[in-house]
């Protein structure tokens, strides 16, 4: 509601003034040019008290219209124009305030299209923000969350190594339980850095042309020690001269985050395979595991930050690689696919374009 002001006196009068002296000049002009028209036709002649009467009455009525028009003027304003914006406002002010939930009804009346597109933008914003804050709330809790149990980890360690008379080998394995705590505390704080710059699309790609097919090969031989001491099979059908126009180092994350799965959630004695194809658009990659696979509920949910569907393997990540691998893979503008069947095994399958340059030309 509009506050009382000498201010908003002053600008209420100035435009009424500036009304009745329109409509005055308007309908002066008017009249005088009827009753000339008049007086030519009819050979009439105007005294000075008939033209003073005709100006005492043309005076009146101007006034009256000028009142009535304002004032029919006002009642239209506030109902077309001030209770809408004040609408708006007043939810406004309440998301600006942090509460996402306000929504404004469509309005209904002459002249309010207008406000109701205003009002569907608010809407639409609100919606988004409150999605924005419920993502915000939960990262917060779950980063809380994960944070928590190696921090834990080290506490609890670290009191034991002041354990007087601590044996050797109690103290190599304390100092190796805080060690691989402390490790991954920082690597769940680098893939934080790293999907928060990704999502804020603070990263570019860097485009270049390689081999994908020795990239893959060199991302495999980083768990070359993991395979041989879980006594796993690998399996590899890499196609030759596969070069793709992409981002190299953000490939890598794709690879080394399905390579750690396969490995993880597969068994000793387990099989990992490597299968890469490409066709004139399409490089694409498929690595296949024989572990523990999931169902599909779990399938469902496994490109959010920090899900893990298999709480007894939780210690051994931060439920962040599959969210890296997500948003990688929509930056190069490709696709991931997903096979599991529970007690069978998981296959990753990720399709990259291979870019505008031809093959020959790369080579």
């Known amino acids: ?70 004032t029919v003027d006002a009642v239209r304003r506030k109902i077309t124009v001030e209770r809408p914006v004040r609408i708006i406002t007043q939810t406004a002010e309440k ?10 009804r469509p309005m209904h009346g002459a002249d309010v299209d207008g406000f109701n597109r205003i009002a569907e933008a608010i809407n639409a914003m609100a919606t988004e923000l409150s999605g924005v804050e419920t993502l915000r709330s939960d990262f917060i809790a779950n980063v809380s969350h994960e944070m928590k149990t190696p921090l834990s ?4 360690y670290g009191k034991l190594l002041q354990t007087p008379d601590l044996s050797e080998e109690k103290r190599v394995e304390y100092a190796q339980a805080i060690t691989d705590a402390s490790v991954r505390l920082s690597d769940m704080m680098t893939n934080i850095l790293k999907l928060n710059r990704l999502e804020n699309q603070q990263i570019y790609p860097n485009l270049t042309a390689f081999d994908l097919g020795e990239q893959l090969c060199e991302s495999l031989l980083q768990y070359e020690s993991v395979w041989e001491r879980k006594n796993m099979e690998i399996e590899t059908d890499i196609a030759e001269n596969v ?5 190299a180092e953000l490939l890598s994350l ?12 597969t068994d000793d004695g387990g099989k990992v395979s490597l299968t890469l194809s490409a066709d004139a658009e399409y490089a694409s990659v498929r690595i296949a595991d024989t572990g523990c696979g999931m169902t599909a509920e779990v399938g469902a949910h496994i490109f959010e930050k ?19 691998v997500k948003r990688v893979v929509d930056i190069m503008q490709g696709e991931i696919i997903v096979e599991s069947a529970v007690g069978i095994g998981t296959a990753f399958t990720v399709r990259i374009r291979r870019g505008s340059h031809d093959v020959e030309e790369i080579r």
Do not use: P
């Open 95 to 104: 998301i600006m305030n942090g509460d996402f939930s306000v929504r404004i």
């Open 1 to 70: 509601m509009k506050k009382f002001s000498f201010r908003n006196l002053l600008r209420d009068f100035s435009d009424f003034l500036i009304f009745f002296l329109t409509i005055g000049f308007v309908v002066s002009c008017c009249m005088m040019l009827f009753l000339n028209v008049l007086a030519n036709t009819m050979h009439l002649s105007f005294t000075s008290d008939n033209i003073e009467a005709a100006a005492k009455i043309t005076f009146l009525n101007v006034l009256i219209i000028t009142v009535i028009f304002k």
């Open 153 to 156: 980890v080290m506490q609890n």
């Open 243 to 247: 070069f793709v126009f992409a981002d």
């Open 306 to 324: 920090f899900y893990q569907g298999d709480a007894s393997r939780a210690t051994q990540g931060n439920g962040l690689g599959l969210a890296l």
């Open 254 to 265: 794709v690879w080394n985050n399905l390579f750690s799965n396969a490995f993880k959630f």
